[in-house]
């Protein structure tokens, strides 16, 4: 005959198990759901990550005491618990999402509570994770909204050599950029024909030499030699 308390130890080892390695641990009361139903519920819930299993109150909280977790609170009446495996492919928010659908449907299932990781959650805790949009969704909402902002970035980058380029061009064509040369006088043109304008060390034909002004002046010395008329 099987040990029954040997059983209970092996029950209790693998509920501590689960525990550990489960990203949530979804806690549901299930009393009046027809065998029909309940095998329905399993089924979604694997379908979305999750595995469901019930368990003895007492043999729970003893794994979950072993852990450092306090579910006692939750372990009131018929419970049965939605595990999501950190090492598959479940989703916390996808598994909530099933109960809270379910529950719709079969007022008899209450959910009561849970942890997410380490947190424990109440049942609006519960329900406001089950509205969380799926992660599929959430990813896809990510990469939209990086990829917008990182397209208009690099059209500016495009955009910002280019737009430079044209205004430098139009500064320098004005003379207007730091650095550009300063546009070039207009020279005179060079002529070959020798320059006869009068200069300032140059006589004119119109300026009197010291010669001339020699023969016009009267010299007094002279006036009186010359003959005059006797009366």
């Known amino acids: 005959m099987d040990n029954p308390r040997s059983e ?3 029950v209790v080892d693998e509920v501590r198990e689960r525990l550990r390695n489960a990203d949530a641990v979804l806690l549901t009361e299930y009393r009046g759901i027809d065998v029909t139903g309940m095998a329905a519920l399993r089924r979604a819930l694997r379908d979305a990550g999750g595995d469901y299993k019930i368990y003895k109150n007492t043999l729970v909280r003893l794994a979950a ?3 450092g977790m306090e579910l006692d609170e939750l372990l009131v009446g018929p419970t049965a618990i939605a595990f999501v495996p950190s090492d598959g492919d479940g989703d916390p928010v996808a598994v909530a999402k099933v109960l809270k659908t379910f529950a719709k449907e079969n007022p008899n299932l209450v959910i009561k509570g ?3 990781g380490t947190e424990l959650l109440g049942p609006a805790e519960m329900s406001a994770l089950a509205d969380i949009a ?3 969704e959430l990813l896809a909402r990510l990469a939209g909204g990086l990829a917008a902002p990182m397209q208009q970035f690099a059209g ?3 955009a910002l050599p280019r737009n430079f380029a044209y205004g430098l061009a139009a500064l320098i064509e004005q003379g207007g950029a730091p650095g550009a040369p300063a546009a070039p006088a207009a020279a005179e043109p060079i002529s070959d024909e ?3 304008s009068p200069s300032e060390d140059t ?3 119109d300026t009197p030499t010291p010669a001339d ?3 016009t002046t009267d010299d007094p010395a002279d006036a009186g030699d010359q003959p005059t008329e006797e009366s």
């Open 114 to 116: 849970g942890l997410l």
């Open 194 to 196: 020798p320059d006869t």
């Open 156 to 158: 500016l980058l495009q």
């Open 134 to 136: 799926p992660r599929e």
């Open 65 to 67: 005491a072993s852990v």
């Open 203 to 205: 006589p004119s034909e």
């Open 213 to 215: 002004t020699a023969d």
């Open 8 to 10: 209970k130890v092996a």
